[in-house]
């Protein structure tokens, strides 16, 4: 199994044209929070699109090349890319160049997003939410399997024998979707063979395993290896010296920052009891000690069996020594426990 960090790089806004003083900051924090996560081994570092005041990623591929630069092994992936308001051209360009850089790290984690904010930005109507995506991430595939294409659909202009460049170190970028527990969007990547994340930020693991199935039927109904083919789980994760201080930590950053998402939609505030239960063993919250997020992993090993395990920072308010201390403790601890774990069960 894989392990990474994933993140969309919350900030405080600055509330200013220019001058953007908590976003140069949380922006230098990324860095070194990649920078550590190579330092120790981790497999994965990943950073999602977002147009909105809260998050500093807007562009993944620009952030992800300076990641670049201060690394040397870490596997570099957008989680995710908003690809449904995004141009499949300028989209594969960005990643191969990213692929270039990093001497072929490079990933693009593709989905709808979970916000809706880009969509009126880039002159999209959420009407063709689902049919935009589809054009989008057939010419994308199109594009990563082959120099030169011809294309046509019904968002973009076509093209006509028309090369794509750069080409990737890589010979092909690695694609996955991103999907946060809809059966279509899992049955189209396990038809189209490509890897899975599945964002398990709300809800009982248990509850997806259904979606997993599908996602291994499909592919094997297309005729895909399934030996080969890679399925991450992305669940939040903070980790402290004892499992009662890291829930005492990360509880007010979680509820800040889920119950303002909540207020946007409708959601009613959750409670201190609510986010106890889910973090639970059975739950999706990975907060607490390092034998407690060892025995979660394991647990969803065994319930899906996944390639990749993607620890999603929240930070908030957070003291960033914290943030770096919980990384430090999932690489240097929680991932060596559980590769042992899982091979002596092998």
Same mark, same amino acid.
């Given at each position: ?6 993140? #969309? ?32 081994? $981790? ?54 160049? $990213? ?8 990933? %693009? ?9 880009? #969509? ?27 120099? %030169?294409?011809?294309?046509? *659909? ?25 999907? *946060? ?33 599908? #996602? ?12 080969? $083919? ?19 930590? #990360? ?58 395990? $993607? ?36």
């Amino acid at each position: 199994m894989e392990f990474g960090i994933s993140t #969309f790089g919350e900030v405080t806004p600055d509330n200013l044209p220019g001058k953007a003083i908590n976003a140069h900051t949380r922006m230098q924090e990324l860095l070194a929070e990649a920078r550590l996560s190579d330092e120790i081994g $981790l497999d994965v570092f990943a950073v999602g699109e977002h147009h909105r005041p809260d998050y500093i990623i807007s562009a993944p591929e620009v952030a992800l090349g300076a990641i670049a630069a201060v690394t040397k092994n870490i596997r570099l992936s957008s989680s995710v890319t908003v690809l449904s308001s995004a141009d499949p051209v300028r989209t594969f360009q960005n990643f191969a160049t $990213l692929d270039l850089i990093s001497n072929g790290r490079a990933e %693009i984690m593709a989905g709808r997003g979970s916000f809706i904010e880009s #969509f009126p930005l880039f002159g999209y109507h959420l009407n063709d939410y689902d049919e935009l995506f589809i054009e989008k991430l057939d010419m994308l595939t199109k594009i990563n399997n082959n120099e %030169i294409i011809s294309w046509q *659909g019904k968002f973009r202009a076509p093209i006509r024998e028309r090369g794509i460049y750069p080409r990737p170190y890589q010979e092909k970028l690695p694609i996955w979707l991103a999907i *946060g527990g809809t059966p279509a969007s899992a049955a189209r990547a396990g038809k189209m063979g490509l890897g899975m994340t599945v964002a398990i930020l709300g809800g009982l693991p248990k509850q997806f395993v259904n979606i997993v199935k599908l #996602f291994r039927q499909s592919a094997a109904e297309a005729g895909h290896d399934l030996t080969t $083919l890679p399925l991450a789980i992305n669940c939040h994760m903070y980790i402290g010296e004892d499992g009662e201080t890291a829930a005492n930590e #990360f509880w007010p950053v979680y509820e800040k920052i889920m119950n303002r998402v909540g207020e946007e939609r409708g959601w009613p505030p959750i409670t201190r009891g609510q986010f106890e239960y889910l973090r639970s063993p059975e739950g999706p919250l990975f907060v607490g000690s390092v034998q407690e997020v060892v025995d979660k992993i394991v647990y969803q090993s065994k319930l899906f069996n996944h390639t990749r395990f $993607l620890a999603q920072i929240l930070k908030g308010d957070m003291p960033h020594n914290k943030i770096l201390k919980s990384i430090e403790l999932f690489g240097r601890k929680v991932v060596p426990a559980v590769r042992s774990l899982l091979q002596a069960e092998q």
